[in-house]
């Protein structure tokens, strides 16, 4: 591990602890951190990259339907057609939002290998406990309509906070603090916790 990385997981690890001691009650949302569901944004109080690194976190959670979807079919976790697919249709979108489409490609490649980390995790678990393998299998095509929608959302994130994370020593804080939020706020096991590691890796670079 490097010494910017050792640095980052250091802040990462003092965020983490700083989220778990403060009170996760945000504070009173306004009409505009309320979004059509309904459901203030939590981690408006930690951020710009909070809503970000919530759409992440949201992501990642897909992977769980995906491996559901994928496990006890033969179908590998691999699917380097599909994630060609992906990347290209950033690289379109980011150029038209005035983003750098290889550095937008970039992030979403680490969005794809976290999602694929956590296929691996579940894979490994079912297998090993049984028990605990899904009985229901989602729908991939569904899934790949949500995901579609999280590029777009991912990517609207990544034009609002293109000067946050062009000051990297700020965004490496506001991110470490976000991240140790989320997991805190959303209670993500060791596996998640990894992934989540993976798909930020380059929010700051």
């Known amino acids: 591990m490097g010494k910017r990385s050792r640095v980052a997981r250091g802040v990462a690890v003092t965020a983490l602890a700083v989220a778990g001691t403060m009170s996760v009650t945000a504070p009173p949302a306004t009409a505009a951190d309320t979004p059509a569901t309904g459901v203030p944004a939590p981690h408006k109080a930690f951020g710009r990259l909070g809503t970000l690194t919530d759409l992440v976190v949201e992501r990642l959670r897909v992977s769980d339907d995906v491996a559901a979807a994928k ?3 033969g179908s590998p976790i691999d699917d380097p057609t599909r994630e060609q697919q992906v990347l290209d249709q950033v690289r379109q979108q980011a150029g038209a939002l005035g983003l750098d489409p290889e550095q937008a490609a970039a992030f979403f490649e680490d969005q794809i290998t976290a999602n694929k980390q956590v296929q691996r995790g579940l894979f490994a678990r079912w297998t090993a406990h049984p028990g605990e393998a899904p009985t229901t299998r989602p729908d991939l095509g569904e899934i790949r309509t949500r ?3 999280l590029t777009t959302d991912l990517l609207g ?3 609002s906070t293109v000067d946050v994370r062009a000051k990297r020593t700020a965004c490496t804080v506001q991110l470490a603090v976000a991240t140790g939020s989320a997991v805190v ?4 096991d060791a596996l998640h ?5 993976t798909a930020v890796q380059s929010v700051c670079a």
């Open 71 to 73: 496990f006890g079919t």
């Open 147 to 149: 995901l579609d929608r």
């Open 157 to 159: 994130q990544l034009k």
């Open 185 to 188: 706020l959303g209670r993500l």
């Open 193 to 197: 916790r990894e992934a989540l590691d």
